[in-house]
């Protein structure tokens, strides 16, 4: 299984809703991450989780809060969210060689995430 | 913070013809990646080359590496209307894991 799953696909949220979304991966990948990704522009990294742990936090709001329940999974939960919130959130995976080497990464498909 | 640049930013091309687009960066890097994105969707890893070689190949794609000018280029040869994505290429420092992608290059491949 070479895939990354992230669901739902579409969220549409209030400012006061509070939502998550899900990723999750089989390939025994050790690295996790979360990007957002707006429209025409590259994906901005948000954070990286390396053993379950996390290694890399962007400066992101707090009102985005990761989580990695396990190996295969990756949570971000969403609170009190701006309409500049809205974007593309993308989840991926990458195995971890001897001597911390980080190779390519392999992408979920998004959420489309929209805050009124 | 954007490490790479990419240009041109935007390129229309017929079917058939090649692509050309490069990629420059500011930092050293342990290697560099390329990755396609279609409209909306998920990005799909292309090719990665480390800092010790200057050229690799993978079906219609060969991604070269200038080190000393910390630059890159892919090349898309004989493009398919599908080829149509935009492309980023990204990089990892020297000691680091995070991934850092250029602005990105928008190919229209016209049947």
């Known amino acids: 299984d070479t895939e990354v799953t992230q669901t739902p696909k579409h969220l549409v949220m209030g400012m006061t809703n509070k939502k998550s979304l899900k990723c999750e991966q089989h390939m025994g990948h050790r690295a996790m991450y979360w990007y957002k990704q707006k429209a025409k522009k590259p994906p901005e990294l948000m954070f990286v989780?390396?053993?379950?742990?996390?290694?890399i936090n962007e400066s992101v709001p707090s009102r985005f809060s990761p989580e990695c329940p396990n190996s295969s999974l990756l949570n971000l939960h969403l609170h009190a969210l701006q309409p500049e919130d809205s974007a593309l959130y993308l989840c991926?995976?990458?195995?971890?060689?001897?001597?911390?080497?980080?190779?390519?990464?392999?992408f979920g498909p998004g959420t489309r995430l929209t805050v009124l | 913070s954007q490490q790479g640049e990419e240009d041109p930013q935007a390129l229309s091309i017929q079917e058939g013809e090649n692509a050309t687009m490069n990629c420059s960066y500011k930092?050293?890097?342990?290697?560099l990646q390329w990755y396609r994105q279609n409209s909306g969707r998920g990005l799909v890893h292309l090719i990665l080359i480390r800092s010790n070689e200057r050229e690799k190949h993978s079906g219609r794609l060969r991604v070269t590496l200038d080190t000393s000018k910390k630059s890159s280029s892919l090349l898309i040869t004989a493009s398919r209307a599908a080829d149509t994505a935009s492309y980023f290429c990204?990089?990892?420092?020297?000691?680091?894991?995070?991934?850092?992608f250029g602005g990105g290059t928008r190919v229209l491949v016209k049947p």
């Open positions: 990204a990089t990892i420092k020297a000691a680091g894991n995070k991934l850092t």
């Open positions: 930092t050293s890097i342990n290697n």
């Open positions: 989780y390396s053993y379950e742990k996390l290694s």
């Open positions: 991926a995976s990458s195995q971890v060689d001897m001597g911390w080497t980080y190779n390519e990464q392999f």
